[in-house]
């Protein structure tokens, strides 16, 4: 049998202890809303924001495949040697999916080099995501599009570099819309940036949006391979001596 995907979500796991609304929602927090959405041969561990090393710690990074990561309202409080830590093992491999807000977060920036910046509003509007990469393995088992009845608004222009893929392109009732299915590569890491998400609606329990993340994952884990070796290099031929006039 196969060694199961190891997923670790990360979460602030912030508003769901100081907004009613919001733990009304997700009462044993986004972060187990999300990772009890994927099914399948996964490891799932959650870490959260105030735990110590925000739960990153070299060890569980070491055994995390794929790091999920959603935060929001306290961006500047992850530790710069976290997001070191972090950025280090996605160059070596590890897969990473941000979610929604995580946009603004200091990996995903990190990894960008952009502001990752965007239009942004919240006025209970309906969005459609549109699948335009029908054959791509992220959106396996989803239709023509994903409809929520009520989500955030975000809007372009969004200040990423060029995607690798666009894969899902949302419209919103309000009239914008935005490239919310993204792939990029980095070192050897694959990256998804996802979407939806707010943390005042139900977003995490869509099945086709935990469908997505899941496939996300999917997508993401390490191919199993030698590392590549950098540094100076011996031939694999002989070179032959050059005569010189």
Known sequence: MDQPIRVTVWNEFRHEQTNEKVRSI???GIHRAIGEGISGNFEIGYATLDEPEHGLTEERLRSTDVLIWWGHKAHKEVSDEIVDRVQKRVLEGMGLIVLHSG????IFKKLMGTTCNLK?????EKERLWVIS?????????GEYIELEQEEMYGEHFEIPQPDEVIL???FEGGEVFRSGCTFHRGQGKIFYFRPGHETYPTYYNPQV???IQNGVLWAAPTRRETPVYGNYKPLEPIKAKQHS
């Open 26 to 28: 997700y009462p044993e």
């Open 103 to 106: 946009h603004f977060s200091k």
């Open 120 to 124: 942004w509003r919240e006025a209970d």
């Open 134 to 142: 029908p054959g791509h393995p992220i959106v396996e088992g989803i």
């Open 169 to 171: 392109v949302s419209w």
């Open 210 to 212: 935990r469908r997505v």
